[in-house]
């Protein structure tokens, strides 16, 4: 099982940002995905999560309002979009994939793609 994170970069504030989860190895479709984040000497931080099909979303607080996530099973992907970024969103970005939604332990992880909001 592999999850790819990419899209991160360097971004302005206000700008907008496109991550992309990509997977394979596994049933894309029977598993929910999350994207977490962490900035160095902080804690890894629950940003958003979508369920398999309908495909219920669930956002953090911060998050609400800016950042959409969305999915393809066509693709065996997953997208957040991050809009009206704010400095400090800055972290490295991961997403997860469990059969559960909002699961307590995820079972699988990418390796991170880092997003950086400055002017």
């Known amino acids: 099982v592999q999850l790819v994170e990419s899209g991160g ?13 990509a997977t394979s190895g596994l049933r ?10 962490q900035s160095p000497g902080n804690r890894r931080e629950f ?4 369920s ?5 979303t669930h956002y953090s607080d911060f998050v609400k309002g800016r950042f959409t ?3 393809d099973n066509a693709k065996n992907s997953a997208y957040l979009q991050m809009n ?10 991961f997403c997860a994939a469990d059969e559960k939604f909002l699961a307590y332990d995820y079972d699988y992880w ?5 997003v950086t909001v400055s002017s």
């Open 110 to 114: 990418g390796q991170g793609t880092q």
């Open 47 to 50: 940003v958003a999560a979508i």
């Open 9 to 21: 970069g360097v971004v302005q504030p206000g700008g907008s940002l496109k991550l992309t989860c």
């Open 84 to 93: 009206s970024l704010k400095p400090e969103d800055t972290a490295v970005y």
């Open 28 to 37: 894309f479709y029977d598993y929910s995905v999350a994207w977490f984040r």
């Open 52 to 56: 398999r099909n309908p495909g219920s």
């Open 69 to 71: 996530v969305s999915r």
